[in-house]
Nanobody
């Protein structure tokens, strides 16, 4: 069955870096865009970044542009999110999710278009 498994979360000081990874199985990985979302306690889920299926076109939320980098390896069925210059406001549970074909222009606000989700990985940033 379709499975997405996140890893790489943890505790880091402000200004530090973490690399999250999303491992996918059970579907034709390079037919799907992969998005990263996050949700902090008491806040709505937020789209962080998305990468298209094959050509690897990427997009980012304004809040992470220049600090986060998304990449994918279609030979390993993985998508990574490199997070640099982390801030306390980046603390959240981070989820990866899959969406048929491309991210689309609405990826950050249309989480319902992503049909499969991982269980999430916790990122904590101390000030």
């Amino acid at each position: 069955q379709v499975q997405l498994v996140e890893s790489g979360g943890g505790l880091v000081q402000a200004g530090g870096s973490l690399r999250l990874s999303c491992a996918a199985s059970g579907f034709t990985f390079d037919d799907y865009a992969i998005g990263w979302f996050r949700q902090a306690p008491g806040k709505e889920r937020e789209g962080v970044s998305c990468i298209n299926e094959r050509r690897g076109i990427t997009d980012y939320a304004d809040s992470v542009k220049g600090r986060f980098t998304i990449s994918r390896d279609n030979t390993k069925n993985t998508v990574d999110l490199q997070m640099n210059s982390l801030r306390p406001e980046d603390a959240a549970i981070y989820y990866c999710a899959s969406r048929w074909d491309s991210c689309g222009n609405d990826w950050s606000t249309n989480a319902a278009a992503f049909t499969s989700w991982g269980q999430g990985t916790q990122v904590t940033v101390s000030s």
